[in-house]
């Protein structure tokens, strides 16, 4: 018998291994695998039956219909027999396209959707105000603007005008301020004959202002330089420019610093010039004293930067004016690119003639925008006309504009 205290002998790891067998660890590991091929096999399956594809846009009912149709005439039936086609008479067929509505009726486009009118016209409406509103750049004109003056054709050349007109063809410039001067008040501002005779008128004036002869009509008159005249005196003096007294004495006033005792000058003496400018009309006219001297067409301020009515005076004369665009650049005098053309005479009102109000008459390199309503507020000329403009009215000139 052996001792309680005594212990059976502890089995070695080999002894271990073959009691426990290798059969257990391979079974789960088969079973695993087998329980994931199913898995795999399933997932597959139902990934076959049902294709991800991207999403399709919604398609017309009315064309699935007639699609499905189309697909049901020409499939096979099930039992993979050839199915016979019933042919019906044509009076059956007529009465069954009538009771369907289909055959003599032409079927509604599916394409377009009808709109109701109120919507139409609210479109309309709002495409109009959307116009109306639209700003051009500088240069174009505004939507619904002419670039033609506004005339009233409705009003003619009465018979004997129209030959006074072609008598004054050839005739001397006096003659013609003589006959057409009075005759303008017997015509509206707006119609074409006012613009017809205005335009004769100023051809008569602007020649005897700028080559006429002393005496030829009575503000043409010599002036003989006195001792401590200036040239700038003696414009002042007879409301004329410096300009002027140079165009009409190229030798004597080529030089303000540098002028001669004694020496004659031919000027244009006026009572007292004013410009008046009707912005409906879209005319400037230039008046020596309550006569009409000269009429030129002039561009407006575009409707959101209208050119502001009242009483003004020509503060600051300037030669080819350099121009500042809104993002600051400096556009120099005689460039192209310069919206204020060859002159510039600004305006200020009477009660504050150093003050600068932003406005002016000024030329423009693109003369077919005259008479248009597309300034930022600034009269706009042709530049031939604005200088012959700038060459008559001198600093302190009163613009009326209504």
Sequence with gaps: MKPRYEMEPVRSRSVRRKTGGPGRP??????????????IFWLIRANRSTPVTEEEPPQDPVAVENTAEKAMEHTAPKNGMTEKKTELPPHKIEELEKETGKGSEKEPDKTTEKIPENVTEQKETTEK????????????????DTREAPVDASVTLSASD????VELGSAAPEAVRRALAPKLSEYPLYSAPYRALARRLTEANLELF????????????????????????????????LEALAFRNP????????????????????????VLVNKEARLLSLFEGDMLFAAFDTGIGREEKATPAGDFLVSFRQVNPPWR???????????????????????????APHARTGYGI?????????????????????????????????????????
Excluded at 26 to 39: K, M, Q, R, S, W
Excluded at 327 to 346: C, F, K, M, Y
Excluded at 380 to 389: G, I
């Design 26 to 39: 391979i079974l789960i590991f088969t079973l695993v695998a087998i329980l994931t091929g199913a898995l």
């Design 129 to 144: 105000t959307t116009t109306e509103k639209v700003v051009p750049p500088k240069g174009k004109t505004v939507p619904g």
């Design 162 to 165: 129209q030959a006074l007109l």
């Design 210 to 241: 700028l080559s006429g002869r002393a005496g030829q009509v009575p503000e043409l008159v010599k002036y003989t330089i006195q001792k401590g005249d200036t040239l700038g005196d003696i414009a002042h003096r007879n409301k004329t420019t």
């Design 251 to 274: 030798r004597t006033a080529a030089d303000p610093n540098k002028i001669l005792f004694g020496t004659p000058l031919v000027l244009y003496r006026s009572a007292a010039w004013k």
């Design 325 to 351: 665009r809104a993002d600051g650049t400096q556009i120099p005098g005689g460039d192209p690119a310069n919206e204020l053309g060859s002159r510039w005479l600004q305006l200020a009102r009477p009660d």
């Design 362 to 402: 000024h030329g423009t390199p693109h003369p077919e925008t005259v008479p248009a309503a597309i300034s930022y507020g600034c009269l706009r000329m042709r530049n031939a006309e604005v200088e012959k403009l700038f060459l008559i009215i001198p600093a302190g000139t009163p613009v009326r504009i209504e």
